[in-house]
């Protein structure tokens, strides 16, 4: 037997669905939500993923402002951009493709956001009030992976959650919404320290693999029928996306998000409801 498809592709266009109509009556009430984007250098991947926001954007009615700066931009050019987008009002929200290039300091640009117009959750005072169970933008990633869930019919309440990964966007975020009580999953955060990462596996109901390491997740480690979702890229000698779970596992488990068209399109999804959110709070 093979997973069924957590259909990230399919759950993104519903999402969008939804929020056009949400645009068009913002539009009604003088409000027209913007989505900035800063893009520093020229990685491919991210001049994609960027290109993909902005694409999303014109689906549902929301106007896009790109700000892109080069490679060789230093930490007051793209702080400049920063301010200017706090700035701007026909920008409501925005975010800065990460990783920004090598001697940049990624934390201080991110706290010199306006929380406000924070459209990736990951502004100090918004991942704080995450902490504090305070409404708050909410990472995009961490939040798309429990919405397709939801939308499949997964069960998290109770569910053992094994987290592969720390990293700021999606590691660290993913536990603090699996365990509000609205969730209740218990969680295991696994990463590179993990002496064991099987025997934690093993025992899981749901994986997140957000780790980054091509094929991580083996058919031999996962639970029958459990959920897995691929969130890792990495990408192989002919530039094609490789995620975290090896291919094998979906003779296995009981659903399988596919990398790409599982939780890459969420992530773009739950960027354009950040927004909209915000707009929407704007007007009461
Ligand atoms: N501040 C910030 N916020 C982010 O949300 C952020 C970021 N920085 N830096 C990079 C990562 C990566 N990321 C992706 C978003 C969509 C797809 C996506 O839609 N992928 C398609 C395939 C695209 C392709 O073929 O390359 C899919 O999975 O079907 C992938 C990756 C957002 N990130």
Not at 155 to 167: L, N, Q, S
Not at 255 to 277: D, F, K
Request: net charge negative.
């Amino acid at each position: 037997m093979t997973a069924q498809i957590l259909d990230g592709k399919a759950t993104a266009a519903a999402i969008k669905s939804d929020l056009t109509a949400r645009v068009a009556a913002l539009k009604e009430k003088g409000v027209t939500p913007g989505l900035g984007t800063i893009l520093v250098g020229d990685d491919p991947g991210s001049q994609k993923y960027v290109v993909g926001k902005h694409r999303d954007c014109a689906q549902v009615g929301i106007a896009s402002i790109q700000r892109e700066l080069p490679a060789t931009a230093t930490q007051e050019e793209i702080e400049a951009v920063v301010r200017e987008l706090n700035e701007d009002p026909a920008c409501t929200g925005y975010i800065v493709q990460l990783p920004l290039p090598r001697g940049i300091d990624e934390n201080r640009i991110l706290e010199l956001m306006d929380p406000a117009k924070d459209a990736d959750g990951l502004h100090p005072m918004n991942l704080g009030r995450l902490v504090l169970n305070e409404p708050a933008p909410l990472p995009c990633t961490p939040n798309g992976v429990l919405t397709l869930l939801r939308q499949h019919g997964v069960e998290i309440k109770g569910a053992e959650v094994v987290v592969v990964g720390r990293g700021v966007t999606i590691g660290r975020p993913m536990p603090l919404l699996l365990t509000r009580r609205s969730e209740n999953a218990t969680v295991t955060q696994c990463h590179t320290g993990t002496r064991d990462l099987a025997s934690h596996l093993r025992r899981a109901d749901i994986i997140v693999a957000a780790a980054g390491s091509a094929h991580l997740v083996r058919p031999e480690d996962v639970k029958p029928g459990a959920a897995v979702l691929d969130v890792g890229v990495s990408r192989n000698a002919e530039g094609k996306i490789v995620g975290d779970v090896h291919p094998g596992v979906a003779e296995v488990a009981g659903w399988i998000s596919p990398n790409p068209g599982g939780v890459g399109p969420m992530t773009r999804a739950q960027l354009l409801v950040n927004v909209v959110e915000a707009a929407e709070r704007s007007v009461g």
